[in-house]
């Protein structure tokens, strides 16, 4: 995403700063715990159920004393706000930040633990996947409300004009990566446009987070375990063997390396599509029962997914923390938060519990969403140089799909990372 660079530049010079507070201020006559919280501008729809998850809060603690101020601020303006903030040690209580990013907000001192505040009971009703996003050595510091998907989208009669099958056990499994290009090519022999892999898209992370899955099947990592050294991880042999499997899909024209379409499979100009779940309604609409999903092609044994969202923090310099918290399980809470947040934004609920609000997750492509999220899915790498790798990451992934060689390009990448980590390390020395 694109403000996850303004993070990084930011949050470099503040490290262990960030106080922020749940003060008290005289409202109409009386002590109210005013709780300070931020959140990014999404879909219009997405803020209405915000104010509305908000006025349900204070109207709940009213008699407590409680309330929250939320404030909204554009995504383009978001990552610097809450970085000029934190500068200024004068962070909001409690706020939203995209999953990727917690473990540079840890690594810089500015949030607080939060497994205290959840039984266990609790923390088992959240998809696995949000609580790894959240989780830093082993310590829980955020917690959203939704998470994310990725499959692979398909027409079924275009499939089927080119001869293509697909089985029930693919329809579970999804295909391996010879039987996907197999596929592809049928497609392209029978003059159909193979599939729709989004490379227009502007922001790094779009690359990162729909392509790592190639990675990872494969067996490989974007970064070391102790999230501080990609020498010989980036550009492993695992990695250089499935992001050239992954490049033959350009090489042979099965996708456009700079399309101009945004949405070529719906308008019905290509088989199949590597996209999220937030294209599963106008697919639905689009198609109806043409419509199939199966998981991503796997380069390697098993199926591996994306996942990962905003989720919320609390200011690790918040007066009252426990104050901050209670705002954090009201918004993620089944019936408080979740529910009117997937309602208006159609992301996955973050909780198993939750999916009872929602029918449409007992029939594909909805039960794959959550079936994967439980079984195969893997946060993005928790480490405090993220915005260093997703953007060298991404800007390889660009050049090879238009051809550069892969492992020259991959030592590249991995170079520029491993500069930045090492300038970061010696600064702290």
């Keep these: 995403m694109m403000w996850v660079v303004a993070v990084w530049v930011v949050l470099m010079c503040v490290s262990g700063c960030g106080r ?26 997405e803020n209405r159920a915000m104010r509305e998850i908000a006025e349900a809060f204070n109207a709940a603690h009213a008699q407590r004393g409680v309330r929250v101020e939320l404030t909204f601020f554009p995504d383009f303006q ?62 829980l510091y955020a917690l959203g409300a939704f998470d994310s998907a990725v499959v692979l989208y398909y027409d079924r009669v275009l499939l089927a004009k080119a001869g293509v099958e697909v ?29 729709a892999m989004h490379m227009d898209e502007s922001a790094d992370e779009w690359f990162t987070y729909a392509f790592s899955p190639v990675v990872w099947s494969g067996g490989g990592a974007l970064i070391a375990k102790d999230g501080a050294e ?19 899909v350009f090489a042979k024209g099965y996708a456009a390396t700079d399309p101009v379409d945004p949405n070529p499979f719906g308008n019905g100009k290509v088989a199949m599509d590597w996209s999220g779940h937030w294209m599963a309604r106008g697919h639905l609409a689009a198609k109806g029962g043409r419509l199939g999903a199966m998981r991503l092609p796997r380069v390697g044994e098993k199926a591996v997914a994306p996942c990962g969202s ?17 705002w954090v399980k009201w918004v993620t809470g089944v019936e408080t938060g979740v529910v009117p947040i997937v309602r208006a934004n159609g992301a996955v609920p973050a909780r198993r519990t939750a999916f009872t609000f929602f029918p449409e997750y007992a029939e594909p492509p909805y039960r794959l969403f959550r079936e994967q999220l439980e079984t195969a899915a893997r946060a993005r790498p928790r480490t405090p140089y993220y915005a260093t790798l997703t953007g060298r990451f991404a800007a390889a992934l660009r050049d090879i799909a238009r051809g550069a060689e892969v492992e ?8 520029e990372v491993q500069a930045v980590v090492e300038r970061r390390e010696e600064g702290r020395r």
């Design 20 to 45: 922020s507070r749940v003060g008290q201020r005289e409202d109409e006559a009386e002590k109210v715990n005013v709780i300070r919280v931020w959140s990014h501008q999404g879909q219009e729809a």
């Design 78 to 139: 978001y990552a610097e706000k809450l970085a000029i903030a934190a500068a200024a040690r004068d962070l909001p209580d409690a706020f939203d930040l995209d999953g990727p990013m917690v473990a540079r907000w840890v690594e810089a001192g500015l949030l607080a633990e939060l497994g205290g505040f959840w039984t266990e009971e609790e923390l088992d009703d959240f998809l696995p996947t949000i609580v790894e996003q959240g989780t830093v050595d082993g310590r």
């Design 167 to 195: 089985s029930a056990d693919v329809d579970a499994k999804g295909w391996t990566w010879d039987e996907f290009v197999a596929a592809c090519g049928k497609l392209k022999t029978a003059g159909i446009e193979p599939v």
């Design 230 to 248: 990609v020498r010989g991880v980036l550009a492993s042999g695992e990695n250089v063997w499935s992001l050239r499997a992954w490049q033959t």
């Design 310 to 326: 905003w989720a919320w923090g609390v200011s690790a310099r918040a007066k009252n923390t426990e104050l901050a918290a209670l």
């Design 408 to 415: 020259a390009r991959l030592r590249q990448a991995e170079a």
